[in-house]
């Protein structure tokens, strides 16, 4: 049944139904409605959404390439003949979502003469992030083993991405193994406020920070809906090396989504992204970890790895920066003196426990053989003799 016929009958049959109070009816025949509009989006059948309210942001949803668009009706509150409806939008980019994202709604409605339900108005709920297609026109690149969304942005500039994501794909996969989908999302606002949009923070969290990965969370055994998220007024001032590695540092936190739990330190899950992205660069670490260098000339080699408070965004820019680089050089002395498939299992085994007290001790007492007392100490004195 095409969405202009579902339309067409809604329309002749959503008048209360009796046996059911007023509310329930208007929530009903909302969630209907709803209904058929994710069914045009899903067609792409301008005239089927259009027969469901307000035409605005149809051309925007349309160019994003999904395999599943559904709304569920969490409450409507009615006043005479309009309405605001609550509701959770899941869908799924094709080829590339194993589990749906979920993004908080309002819907705004009217009712007509004739008593049916139109939408007039969707935007994001309050305190909800905002969608790509909330802020304009998407563009969307394909490359080989990813997926570039842009607003704002060239075919050109998308393109760019393309590559570097490319390159960052087979890059994660030589490193971590192909346990994952070995594709990814990136999302490329117009400025650091749309980016910050996106995320759902104020722009002032990621002030100088080139890109970040957010995932929804699917069913424990599905890999997440991740997209990288692009900072451009950043990520525009790095070098060419500089973005490979930030992508690649964001690729692999795609890959590695389902190792890493609340078990997972900060300066682990940082660290091996900084690892991988690195790899078979030929930086040195003076060259990757000026600030950590600088701490350690001055005598001041940290006592310990890096507290996951250290890797706030909005903090101190020296204190984030040794941060990073000090869970780089752990993650680089493991590769360095156990082995790469060592570092692997050790970041595994810290994700198969479920919390995080003992799981770091446990994974480096079984697959390093070393207590944390002697690793703190081993990785204390690397950073003197790579640094110092």
Known sequence: MSVLVSVCLLLTSLVGCAGRSRAEGVRADVQRLLD??????????AAGYALTGTRAGFAEVSAVPVSSWSYRVSGVRQSGDTAVADA????????????????GRTLRLARAADGQWYVTGDRPAPKSAEQLWDQGAVRVVRGRHSLVMGVGQSDGQLRAYASL????????????????PGRVVVLVPRSLDAMARLLGSPASSYRGIAAVTTGETGAPAKAAADRVIVNPDAYGMLGTLGRQVVLTHETTHVATRRATNAATPL???????DWVGYRGSGRSAAQAAPELQRAVVDGEVPAALPADRDFGFAGDAGRLARAYESGWLACRMIAERWGEARLRAFYRAVGTHAQRAGA???????????????FTAQWREYLRVQLG
């Open 165 to 180: 994501a490319d390159r960052a794909v087979p890059a994660v996969t030589g490193a971590w193994g192909a346990d994952w």
């Open 88 to 103: 959770e939008l899941r869908y799924r980019v094709r080829g590339y979502d194993q589990a749906p994202v979920t993004a």
């Open 267 to 273: 300066w682990l899950s940082e660290g091996y992204a």
């Open 360 to 374: 770091v001790e446990d994974a480096l007492r079984t697959v390093l053989g070393v207590t944390v007392e002697d």
């Open 36 to 45: 058929l509009r994710a069914e045009a989006v899903l067609h792409h059948d």
